[in-house]
């Protein structure tokens, strides 16, 4: 049964295409907002805390501080109303799921930029 769910997922869910992108990234997230009959395109800039999931029901989690407060947003990656996303800086971690990066202040919770 579950096989059959998603070969139904895979053939008819729209895959969007994306850039490439893992935990410690900072990306940039446009995604459309609306507020009535009015469209609008808001931007999430942060470091990508995790990837989960596969296939059409795969998410990705982007934590940014605004002001002295963590900010946290789960997107679906197969989610109509995102735009685009940018990577702005490939970030070098070790971990899949940074979630110590929620308790680091200041410079420590700076994540050094991967070479290429």
Known sequence: M???V?????EFVTKKEFPEFAAGDTITVYYEIREGE???TQFFRGVVIQRRGSGSSETFTIRKMSGTVG???I???NLPALQKV???KRGKV????IY???????KKARITERRR
Do not use: I
């Open 2 to 4: 579950e096989s059959l």
């Open 6 to 10: 998603k070969f139904v997922q895979d």
């Open 38 to 40: 009015k469209v609008r």
């Open 71 to 73: 900010v946290e947003r």
């Open 75 to 77: 997107f679906p990656v």
């Open 86 to 88: 940018e990577v702005n």
């Open 94 to 97: 070790r971990r899949a799921r």
């Open 100 to 106: 110590y990066f929620r308790g680091l202040t200041g």
